[in-house]
Protein backbone atom coordinates (compact mmCIF):
# COMPACT_ATOMS: atom_id res chain seq x y z
CA UNK A 1 0.00 0.00 0.00
CA UNK A 2 1.73 3.29 -1.11
CA UNK A 3 2.00 6.69 0.87
CA UNK A 4 0.61 8.22 -2.39
CA UNK A 5 -2.38 6.97 -4.49
CA UNK A 6 -1.65 6.35 -8.39
CA UNK A 7 -4.29 4.79 -10.77
CA UNK A 8 -2.70 1.74 -11.84
CA UNK A 9 -2.91 2.04 -15.97
CA UNK A 10 -4.00 4.39 -18.35
CA UNK A 11 -3.92 4.51 -22.40
CA UNK A 12 -4.51 6.62 -25.38
CA UNK A 13 -3.33 6.95 -29.06
CA UNK A 14 -0.15 8.48 -30.95
CA UNK A 15 -1.21 12.03 -30.97
CA UNK A 16 -3.63 12.46 -27.69
CA UNK A 17 -3.30 13.75 -24.96
CA UNK A 18 -3.37 11.83 -21.25
CA UNK A 19 -3.21 12.56 -18.04
CA UNK A 20 -2.04 10.67 -15.00
CA UNK A 21 -3.08 11.49 -11.21
CA UNK A 22 -1.41 11.31 -7.94
CA UNK A 23 -2.98 11.87 -4.74
CA UNK A 24 -1.85 12.19 -1.48
CA UNK A 25 -2.21 13.80 2.22
CA UNK A 26 -1.32 17.00 3.73
CA UNK A 27 2.16 15.57 5.10
CA UNK A 28 3.36 15.05 1.61
CA UNK A 29 1.79 16.48 -1.15
CA UNK A 30 0.16 19.06 0.50
CA UNK A 31 3.49 20.87 2.01
CA UNK A 32 6.03 19.51 -0.51
CA UNK A 33 6.84 19.52 -4.10
CA UNK A 34 5.86 16.67 -6.26
CA UNK A 35 8.42 14.91 -8.54
CA UNK A 36 8.01 12.09 -11.59
CA UNK A 37 9.63 9.41 -12.87
CA UNK A 38 9.32 7.84 -16.15
CA UNK A 39 10.44 3.97 -16.43
CA UNK A 40 10.51 2.28 -19.70
CA UNK A 41 10.27 -1.37 -20.10
CA UNK A 42 13.43 -2.69 -18.53
CA UNK A 43 15.41 0.52 -17.89
CA UNK A 44 15.73 2.40 -14.87
CA UNK A 45 13.18 5.47 -13.65
CA UNK A 46 14.82 9.12 -14.90
CA UNK A 47 13.47 12.24 -13.11
CA UNK A 48 10.98 13.22 -15.26
CA UNK A 49 9.48 16.46 -13.70
CA UNK A 50 10.96 18.30 -10.84
CA UNK A 51 9.75 20.91 -7.78
CA UNK A 52 5.97 20.36 -9.29
CA UNK A 53 6.16 21.34 -12.53
CA UNK A 54 9.90 21.85 -13.56
CA UNK A 55 11.52 19.94 -16.43
CA UNK A 56 14.95 18.60 -16.72
CA UNK A 57 17.30 19.74 -19.41
CA UNK A 58 16.40 17.35 -22.31
CA UNK A 59 12.71 16.38 -20.93
CA UNK A 60 10.58 17.30 -24.29
CA UNK A 61 7.81 20.25 -23.51
CA UNK A 62 5.44 17.39 -24.37
CA UNK A 63 5.48 16.78 -20.66
CA UNK A 64 3.78 18.80 -17.55
CA UNK A 65 3.46 18.60 -14.31
CA UNK A 66 0.73 20.73 -11.27
CA UNK A 67 -0.13 20.43 -8.13
CA UNK A 68 -2.91 21.60 -6.61
CA UNK A 69 -3.88 21.01 -3.08
CA UNK A 70 -2.81 17.49 -1.66
CA UNK A 71 -2.99 16.20 -5.80
CA UNK A 72 -0.65 16.13 -8.51
CA UNK A 73 -0.70 15.45 -12.00
CA UNK A 74 1.33 14.59 -15.03
CA UNK A 75 0.44 15.31 -18.31
CA UNK A 76 1.59 14.02 -21.66
CA UNK A 77 0.60 15.86 -24.79
CA UNK A 78 1.09 14.45 -28.38
CA UNK A 79 1.79 11.11 -26.72
CA UNK A 80 4.17 8.98 -28.97
CA UNK A 81 4.89 5.18 -28.72
CA UNK A 82 8.27 6.12 -26.89
CA UNK A 83 5.99 6.92 -23.77
CA UNK A 84 4.96 3.70 -22.77
CA UNK A 85 5.61 2.39 -19.52
CA UNK A 86 5.63 3.24 -15.87
CA UNK A 87 5.34 6.89 -14.84
CA UNK A 88 5.86 7.72 -10.57
CA UNK A 89 4.76 10.45 -8.31
CA UNK A 90 6.79 10.77 -5.21
CA UNK A 91 7.06 13.54 -2.39
CA UNK A 92 9.08 14.12 0.54
CA UNK A 93 6.50 13.08 3.50
CA UNK A 94 6.97 14.62 6.79
CA UNK A 95 5.26 12.21 9.04
CA UNK A 96 7.42 9.59 8.18
CA UNK A 97 10.53 11.86 7.41
CA UNK A 98 11.27 10.48 4.24
CA UNK A 99 10.18 10.59 0.56
CA UNK A 100 7.17 8.58 -0.67
CA UNK A 101 6.40 7.03 -3.78
CA UNK A 102 3.05 6.48 -5.65
CA UNK A 103 2.67 2.95 -7.16
CA UNK A 104 3.15 3.78 -10.12
CA UNK A 105 1.03 4.27 -13.38
CA UNK A 106 1.54 2.07 -16.41
CA UNK A 107 0.82 3.55 -19.90
CA UNK A 108 -0.24 2.35 -22.80
CA UNK A 109 0.12 3.44 -26.06
CA UNK A 110 -2.66 1.71 -28.32
CA UNK B 1 28.29 13.65 -17.07
CA UNK B 2 26.98 11.66 -13.43
CA UNK B 3 27.32 7.89 -13.96
CA UNK B 4 26.32 5.59 -10.77
CA UNK B 5 27.21 1.79 -11.23
CA UNK B 6 25.47 -0.73 -8.98
CA UNK B 7 28.28 -3.81 -7.62
CA UNK B 8 27.50 -6.37 -5.20
CA UNK B 9 26.08 -10.13 -5.30
CA UNK B 10 23.10 -11.45 -6.81
CA UNK B 11 22.02 -13.76 -4.93
CA UNK B 12 22.11 -13.82 -0.67
CA UNK B 13 20.88 -16.02 1.42
CA UNK B 14 17.95 -15.74 4.00
CA UNK B 15 18.98 -14.45 7.27
CA UNK B 16 22.44 -12.96 5.75
CA UNK B 17 23.47 -10.01 4.75
CA UNK B 18 22.75 -7.67 1.34
CA UNK B 19 26.02 -5.71 0.48
CA UNK B 20 25.78 -3.39 -2.02
CA UNK B 21 28.47 -0.61 -3.57
CA UNK B 22 27.54 2.38 -5.57
CA UNK B 23 30.82 3.39 -7.51
CA UNK B 24 30.33 7.26 -8.92
CA UNK B 25 31.92 8.31 -11.87
CA UNK B 26 32.15 11.87 -13.15
CA UNK B 27 31.45 13.81 -9.95
CA UNK B 28 33.33 13.90 -6.98
CA UNK B 29 30.98 12.72 -3.68
CA UNK B 30 33.06 14.95 -1.69
CA UNK B 31 31.96 18.25 -3.96
CA UNK B 32 28.39 17.42 -2.21
CA UNK B 33 24.84 16.26 -2.45
CA UNK B 34 23.49 13.18 -0.73
CA UNK B 35 23.49 9.55 -2.24
CA UNK B 36 20.74 6.89 -1.65
CA UNK B 37 18.93 4.07 -2.75
CA UNK B 38 15.94 2.66 -3.72
CA UNK B 39 14.40 -0.74 -4.83
CA UNK B 40 11.88 -2.61 -6.43
CA UNK B 41 10.85 -5.92 -6.05
CA UNK B 42 10.10 -7.66 -9.09
CA UNK B 43 6.58 -6.31 -11.24
CA UNK B 44 5.97 -3.64 -7.94
CA UNK B 45 6.40 -0.25 -7.60
CA UNK B 46 9.56 1.89 -6.34
CA UNK B 47 10.39 2.19 -2.42
CA UNK B 48 13.14 4.68 -0.89
CA UNK B 49 15.73 2.88 1.52
CA UNK B 50 17.67 5.73 3.15
CA UNK B 51 20.38 8.77 1.77
CA UNK B 52 23.65 8.99 3.28
CA UNK B 53 25.66 12.01 3.01
CA UNK B 54 30.08 12.37 3.15
CA UNK B 55 29.74 13.83 6.71
CA UNK B 56 26.44 14.01 9.51
CA UNK B 57 24.41 10.45 9.98
CA UNK B 58 22.13 8.92 7.28
CA UNK B 59 18.30 8.67 7.28
CA UNK B 60 16.56 5.50 6.74
CA UNK B 61 12.78 4.28 5.93
CA UNK B 62 11.41 3.33 8.91
CA UNK B 63 10.67 0.47 8.16
CA UNK B 64 13.92 -0.66 7.13
CA UNK B 65 15.52 1.66 9.51
CA UNK B 66 16.23 -1.73 12.56
CA UNK B 67 18.40 -3.37 9.60
CA UNK B 68 19.85 -0.73 7.21
CA UNK B 69 23.32 0.97 7.46
CA UNK B 70 24.70 3.08 4.45
CA UNK B 71 28.42 5.01 4.47
CA UNK B 72 30.08 7.02 2.28
CA UNK B 73 33.35 6.52 0.95
CA UNK B 74 34.97 9.62 -0.50
CA UNK B 75 38.61 8.21 -0.91
CA UNK B 76 36.92 5.74 -3.31
CA UNK B 77 34.62 7.83 -4.66
CA UNK B 78 31.53 5.25 -3.85
CA UNK B 79 28.77 4.70 -1.37
CA UNK B 80 27.34 1.22 0.31
CA UNK B 81 24.42 -0.31 1.63
CA UNK B 82 23.96 -3.04 4.09
CA UNK B 83 20.76 -4.44 4.95
CA UNK B 84 20.82 -7.55 7.61
CA UNK B 85 18.60 -10.45 8.12
CA UNK B 86 17.26 -10.52 5.07
CA UNK B 87 14.30 -12.56 3.42
CA UNK B 88 12.17 -13.39 0.22
CA UNK B 89 10.49 -10.18 0.84
CA UNK B 90 13.86 -8.21 0.52
CA UNK B 91 14.15 -9.32 -3.60
CA UNK B 92 14.13 -6.69 -5.74
CA UNK B 93 16.24 -4.53 -7.80
CA UNK B 94 18.53 -2.01 -6.07
CA UNK B 95 19.20 1.12 -7.23
CA UNK B 96 21.81 3.83 -6.30
CA UNK B 97 20.64 7.41 -6.70
CA UNK B 98 22.11 11.34 -6.31
CA UNK B 99 19.87 12.64 -3.89
CA UNK B 100 19.18 16.18 -3.45
CA UNK B 101 18.52 15.65 0.19
CA UNK B 102 16.08 16.16 2.87
CA UNK B 103 12.56 17.53 2.35
CA UNK B 104 13.22 16.34 -1.07
CA UNK B 105 12.33 13.66 -3.57
CA UNK B 106 14.92 14.39 -6.68
CA UNK B 107 16.92 11.51 -7.47
CA UNK B 108 18.71 11.86 -10.38
CA UNK B 109 20.56 10.09 -11.93
CA UNK B 110 20.28 6.86 -11.06
CA UNK B 111 22.23 3.82 -11.85
CA UNK B 112 21.43 1.12 -13.79
CA UNK B 113 20.14 -1.23 -11.31
CA UNK B 114 21.00 -4.57 -9.32
CA UNK B 115 18.81 -7.63 -9.01
CA UNK B 116 19.55 -8.79 -5.84
CA UNK B 117 17.40 -12.31 -5.13
CA UNK B 118 17.07 -13.60 -1.52
CA UNK B 119 17.28 -17.33 -2.01
CA UNK B 120 19.01 -20.26 -0.26
Known amino acids: QSVLTQSPSTSGTPGQRVTISCSGGSFNIGSNYVYWYQQLPGMAPRLLIYRNDERPSGVPDRFSGSKSGTSASLAISGLRSEDEGDYYCAAWDDSLTGPVFGGGTKLTVL | QVQLQESGPGQVKPSETLSLNCLVSGYSISSGYHWGWIRQPPGKGLEWIGT???????YYNPSLKTRVTMSVDTSKNQFSLELTSVTAADTAVYYCVRDLGKWSSLFDPWGQGTLVTVSS
Open chain 2, 52 to 58: AYRTGSP
